[in-house]
Nanobody, 122 residues
């Protein structure tokens, strides 16, 4: 069983930056893709970014492209999400997820973090 522990959320003003971290514990040999999702109040969960852990490039949702960057430190089994130029509409609970295939669908991911709140004020 893979456990994901997130950190780094918080409150920031519009235009600011935050970096989220997601550390995977235990055996991660079955994990080939990790992703970030977010869910705002009253809205469905949506994918933000995904990355193939075997060295593939990252993909991003159009809403964050050019502002967010995800990366992975395999030695530390940690996934990062650098968020720049934050907007109030980025306010949401952010979740990291892991699975054996890369997908834009949340149902493809078997393991989930507990979520971390990101609040962007105008």
């Amino acid at each position: 069983q893979v456990q994901l522990v997130e950190s780094g959320g918080g409150s920031v003003q519009a235009g600011g930056s935050l970096r989220l971290s997601c550390e995977a514990s235990t055996d991660t040999s079955s994990i080939f893709c990790m992703a970030w999702f977010r869910q705002a109040p009253g809205k469905e969960r949506e994918v933000v970014a995904r990355i193939d852990t075997r060295g593939g490039s990252a993909d991003y949702a159009d809403s964050v492209k050019g502002r967010f960057t995800t990366s992975r430190d395999n030695a530390k089994s940690t996934l990062y999400l650098q968020m720049n130029s934050l907007k109030p509409e980025d306010t949401a609970i952010y979740y990291c997820a892991a699975g054996s295939i890369c997908s834009w669908l949340d149902t493809a991911y078997s393991y989930w973090g507990q979520g971390t709140q990101v609040t962007v004020s105008s």
